[in-house]
């Protein structure tokens, strides 16, 4: 809410400066989004008297004026308004001004005459169109007649007035009126707020009653309504005095009625709305819910189609206004306006709420009944708008309120405890203290012990209802930077990471350590990647009801997808290294009401792992690079099982030649490989490597603990053994094969040369292993070493079909 | 020519070669020309026999002598001269240890993570565990438990993207308060937890938006917990996070599932409260939303609020990383370009 200080002022004998007062609120009720003059930046901006207008001879729109600013001469200005004339009181902008934008005024010739300043528009001098009165849209505006010719302008448009921008809280409703606000400084400056209301006088005979019936059947819809009636007004434009309160609150200036409406509704946070009597079609009140596809104009000229959750305002049954939100186009207050129809209510919140938000229809008046109405002040608003209307428009107040429905203002006893307010706060205060601000709060209280105090929350603070509530008051009031400061004391705390939470975190640093980054992408992509790279393949992805992108739609099922797109950012941008991991969760739905949520961990690598560098030049990342990443972690993370790499063509967005699946003891736990060329062209990428592992699997299979053997004080003999095998023959068997046959002392099997091409026959290869032997009782001989290497070599021989070259 | 002066003749003689000599081979050949069994100094001694007795002792000591300065002149030659080969190839082994070396492959962890394990680090540290949630949650964990019933103000304020009308992505940490007051056995101590994780929001992506970002929850809940403890442990976090000088201040706000509710300021690290852009020229950086454990909140997971209480509080590490590092776009932590990933290295 834009609270301005010079109406605070009228109530409260402030002596802080305004920003001071900001800070104040801030700190102790709501928060501040800003505070400011209208008259920030701007600068020689006088009270003008035009003297004399004359139209510009070269110009068919033009007109010289000579202007009175309080100078011993008049000054001369060229101004393009159509509205200007003699006699007004303008506003001027001298030579050397500032106006809105920060633009600087400088005086020069208009078409060879010679112009000193310029006369403004309100526009010009910073005010937004929404508060801008209208009458002036066509040109400048014109200031009374007895402003002082010379001074600034500020004063007398209230422009010098400091406007604290609140952001109020949903639970602070209280906050958006100017009443509250006089209420909470007064708590907590020590002020007596001398917050003035004005009495209602019924000058009229007429009975409200026989002029307007209201009959609220769902009083759910509308707890309060309440009528008067006004007759005889003359709409004209209302003081100055009060368009300057509207428009430093933000709300545009219209006529008397509607002014006085807005006054009341800044001032106790009462909406309320004015009915141009004679145009309502009849005049027997109610409330209902709107009926499904029910069509009507609000007064902005928009044809709304209403549905069965809004609700409206009628006489006979005939919309006249939805509820809270906005009026009717027919039966709005206008110039010819003569009796007028004034409501009070409180709409649901909940309704109004869901209605606006519908709508998209945001008001003054929907903010307020959104977040509740002051019960106690219902007819004391409407009282005084009545008052006003009639001191300002003229006319008559009929006799009498019409009343359909009436909720109580209660005051809420809440019981409260002083050790307990102390335990909670970690406070020391005594029960004066407590009592004390409850004083400041002026809220009413009995003391029942020495440790207990009965509170009496008014009704103008509804959210208060529990002892908690009334803790915050005390604590909000004797200031939070006064509680003290501790940390909890208490024994028996062991935190710590859990296994599994350790667990993913070693593989973080561990991919790391091996020149992987960690992305973290979206987890919600398109129902086609979500469903791509799965582990274990599942039909379909969990889909949002709503979305609000068609690339956020349904909730991933691999890591790989996302990865692949950060990728495609980077090479888009010519970055053509990218090493990238991410660890998180995939969601599988598996029948139950929420998917399962997996973590996973998953790897693309594209280009280089290491950048070229003088002395390293062209290692493009290739199969064995990221299989050497993905054995070394699962290695560091201690899977016990036996780990293998089978080759799967059966992924549709992998190289059916260059993928394997990863299984621990033939649990399938992940794949690794490079992704299918087709949908590497689909996202855009370049050959790119990538894997995806369960972490679930890796955490529920069996460890192997870290320990320590003897290293043998013999040495070792090697054997150096190459194969000529077909080519389809995979390392895996052979390797299994000689492991088989190796005998007791085989203690390392080495591959070192694969090689394949011109100088071998057509569909074979040759691999090349060391084997290593060792005995850790004693020095291996000669014989036992060939005797254990011949096994190896006849077996594989046998087995493979190998030659031995 | 008496031995004397023959001995002298072959010293001169050798110490000259020696010095003349300019490498080991020549060097060598000297030593064996000269020092053998074959060698002149040798012959000359053999013609001792007819030298009388007082002057063999005499000759016998000069030529030891001459044996001696031969064999010490040969041993620094040599010593010179390996040095000066040893010099020789390290000149040539020399390289320009100006340029670059090797580059190592090397990974960094993302900045939102390097923050989240910062804040789990300091508060492990302090005996609280850690509880990861689901991202996919039930609306009543979400909402209901947490005192937000349907049509609540608040709702408004956090745009959900549901899946079915019981199941949502979750908007906040906080289900995990609900869910850890109903799990944990209070007989044995208090409740000391934080739970960070991903949330959602049903928001367009812009430069201050994400539809997905972070959040950690902490909640404390036992027999003795007071504001004046949140107050302290806040102070805690944010001095470990963004420095020791810096103050915390609370403001009274607004959360369904706490009261009194907080908003938690800390003195702009920029410009340490004096007032710059960063904090919009207060002095003060909005952190964190905090609060007393609202009773309702409690109640609804089967604890009675008569007899325990406590705090909870809620930070965005997307946010803490923004202001720490003065990132502009909440999007670079979720587009992973790698240029932006690797700007946040230091490990010191």
Known sequence: ?805 | MGLREKLADLRDQGLQDIRQSEDLKRVNEIRVKMLGKKGPITSVLRGMRELSAEERPKVGQFANKVRDELTAAIETKRAELEQAAMNAKLAAQTIDVTLPGTPVAQGEPHVIQQIIDQVVDLFVSMGYEVAVGDEVEQEVYNFEKLNLPKDHPARDMQDTFYVTSSVLMRTQTSPMQARMLEKHDFSQGPLKMISPGKVYRRDTDDATHSHQFHQIEGMVVGKNITMADLKGTLETVAQSLFGDKLKVRLRPSYFPFTEPSVEADITCFNCLGKGCAICKHTGWIEVLGAGMVHPNVLKMSGVDPEEYGGFAFGLGPDRFAMLKYGVDDIRNFYLNDVRFLNQFDQKG
């Open chain 1, 1 to 805: 809410m834009k609270v301005s200080y010079q109406w605070l002022q009228e109530y409260l004998d402030l002596d802080v400066d305004p920003r001071d007062l900001a800070e104040k609120i801030a700190r102790t009720s709501v928060d501040i989004n800003d505070v400011y003059s209208l008259s920030d930046g701007l600068k020689k901006i006088v009270v003008g008297e035009v003297i004399e207008c004359k139209n510009h001879p070269d110009s068919d729109h033009l007109h010289i004026c000579q202007v009175d600013v309080g100078e011993e001469a008049p000054i001369q200005i060229v101004c393009g308004a159509p509205n200007v004339q003699a006699g007004k009181k303008v506003i001027v902008a001298l030579h050397g001004a500032r106006i809105a934008d920060n633009q600087k005024i400088k005086r020069g010739k208009i078409r060879g005459v010679e112009s000193n300043g310029m006369l403004c528009a309100l526009q010009e001098i910073g005010f937004s169109d929404k508060i801008a009165p209208k009458d002036y849209e066509e040109g400048i505006y014109f200031l009374p007649n007895d402003s002082q010719n010379g001074d600034s302008v500020f004063k007398y448009l209230g422009m010098d007035d400091t406007i604290i921008d609140t952001d109020v809280t949903p639970n602070r409703g209280d906050m958006l009126s100017i009443y509250g606000n006089v209420n909470d400084i007064a708590a907590f400056y020590r002020l007596k707020p001398h917050f003035k209301e004005l009495a209602v006088k019924e000058e009229s005979a007429e009975k409200t009653a026989d002029l307007v019936q209201t009959d609220i059947e769902d009083s759910q819809i509308a707890p309060t309504y309440k009528l008067r009636v006004i007759k005889g007004v003359q709409i004209a434009d209302s003081p100055l005095w009060l368009q300057i309160r509207l428009w430093n609150s933000g709300i545009r200036p219209v006529n008397n009625v509607v002014d006085v409406t807005n006054y009341i509704l800044l001032k106790y946070g009462q909406p309320l709305h004015s009915y141009d009597y004679d145009q309502l079609p009849a005049h027997n009140f109610g409330v209902r819910h709107a009926n499904e596809g029910e069509e009507f104009v609000t007064l902005d000229g928009d044809e709304q189609k209403l549905k069965e959750t809004d609700i409206v305002v009628t006489v006979n049954d005939q919309p006249v206004a939805l509820a809270g939100t906005m009026g009717g186009q027919g039966t709005a207050v206008n110039d010819n306006t003569t009796t007028v129809a004034l409501e009070a209510a409180i709409f649901d919140s909940v309704m109004v709420r869901k209605q606006a938000r519908r709508l998209d229809l945001h008001s003054e008046s929907s903010m307020r009944f959104e977040r509740g109405i002051n019960p106690a002040t219902v007819e004391t608003a409407l009282n005084e708008a009545a008052e006003m209307i009639k001191e300002l428009a003229g006319g008559t107040i009929t006799a009498g309120i019409v009343t359909g429905s009436e909720a109580p203002a209660v005051d809420k006893s809440i019981k409260l405890s002083l050790t307990k307010v102390n335990h909670v706060l970690g406070t020391k205060l005594t029960m004066d203290q407590v009592e004390d601000i409850f004083d400041r709060l002026a809220f009413d209280y009995h003391q029942d012990s020495d440790d207990q105090l009965t509170v009496i929350a008014p009704a103008r603070r509804w959210d208060i209802s529990i002892a908690a509530d009334l803790y915050e008051e005390i604590a909000r009031i004797y200031g939070y930077d006064n509680l003290p400061s501790t940390l909890p004391t208490m024994t028996r705390n062991r935190g710590g990471l859990t296994p599994r939470q350790r667990f993913i975190r070693a593989s973080r640093h561990d991919l790391e350590g091996m020149g992987l980054t960690q992305a973290i992408s979206y987890s919600l992509t398109t129902v086609e990647k979500a469903k791509q790279f799965q582990i274990t393949p599942l039909n379909e992805p969990m889909k949002l009801d709503f979305p609000m992108s068609s690339d956020h739609v349904a909730t991933r099922m691999n890591i790989i997808s996302g990865l692949l797109n950060d990728v495609a950012y980077n090479v888009a941008r010519n970055v053509e290294n990218v090493a990238l991991y991410e660890q998180g969760r995939v969601f599988l739905p598996k029948g139950d009401e929420r998917p399962e949520e997996q973590e996973h961990l998953a790897g693309a690598v594209t280009g280089q792992l290491v950048a070229n560098s003088w002395n390293k030049k062209d290692q493009p990342v290739d199969f064995f690079q990221l299989k050497g990443i993905v054995e070394r972690y699962m290695h560091n993370m201690g899977i016990a099982g036996q780990i293998s790499f089978v080759p799967t063509t059966a992924r549709p967005e992998m190289h059916p030649g260059r993928t394997a699946d990863i299984k621990i003891d033939n649990e399938l736990v992940g794949f690794i490989g490079q992704v299918h060329p087709q949908t590497a062209k689909e996202y855009k990428i370049p050959e790119t490597y990538v894997f995806e592992l369960n972490l679930e699997a890796l955490l529920a299979t069996p460890k192997i603990e870290n320990e320590y053997t003897a290293i043998s004080k013999y040495p070792s003999i090697t054997r150096d053994i190459a194969l000529l095998v077909d080519a389809d023959v995979e390392n895996a068997t052979i390797v299994k094969a000689i492991k088989q046959k190796g005998g007791a002392f085989l203690k390392e099997v080495h591959l070192f040369d694969v090689y394949a091409g011109s100088h071998l026959p057509v569909g074979k290869k040759s691999l090349a292993y060391t084997l290593t032997y060792q005995d850790n009782n004693g020095t291996l001989t000669e014989e036992q070493v060939n005797s254990a290497f011949d096994k190896v070599t006849t077996f594989l021989k046998d087995k493979v079909d190998a030659e031995i070259r």
